[in-house]
């Protein structure tokens, strides 16, 4: 819709890299926002802070690491828990991470109820898919039911969107 209402690519290099408050900001006037919480968080962490007891990774083995989780984030009028990473390069895009039932609900865990969605050449992309940075072929450790790297369940999103089974075998 920014891309569509303003003609602006929405790209890193378009908001200047490093540059994620702009895209932030532009990004909440599209959304039902009840709760602004800036890059200091709404789930309880400084923009310093990394990793949070919170949140796991997919096999729920470990917390996970939130520097893709940091530079704001809002609660929508649903209380979805809403993201944002744009200290990125073009060919990464931004990252929109998103608890679809909220922070104040378990599990708490990417793959679960934490979906990461790729923002790049202005469409919005299923971590894991094939045109994605984080393809799951190419990054298989970050959707794995027993894996242990901080960023395991980051690339989640295809599957739990296109595998008929993908929440009956949850780890």
Request: aromatic share 14%; net charge negative.
């Amino acid at each position: 819709m920014i891309y569509t209402d303003t003609g602006l690519s929405v790209t890193p290099e378009r908001y200047g890299y490093g540059e994620s408050k702009t895209f932030f900001n532009e990004l909440k006037k599209y959304m039902k926002v009840v709760k602004d919480c800036g890059s200091s968080g709404c789930v309880g962490w400084g923009d310093v802070t990394y990793v949070i007891d919170n949140y796991l990774i997919y096999s729920k083995k470990s917390a996970i690491g939130t520097h893709f989780l940091d530079d704001g984030q809002f609660i929508l009028q649903d209380g979805s828990l809403v993201m944002i990473d744009g200290e990125t390069t073009d060919e990464r895009g931004f990252l929109i991470s998103v608890d679809i039932n909220g922070s104040e609900k378990r599990p708490n865990a990417w793959g679960h109820d934490l979906f990461t969605f790729e923002v790049k050449n202005n469409k919005l992309i299923l971590t894991g898919a094939s045109d994605s940075y984080y393809d799951i072929k190419k990054y298989p450790y970050l959707c794995d039911r027993t894996g242990t790297n901080s960023q395991n369940g980051l690339a989640c999103t295809y599957l739990a969107l296109t595998d008929a089974n993908y929440f009956k075998n949850l780890p």
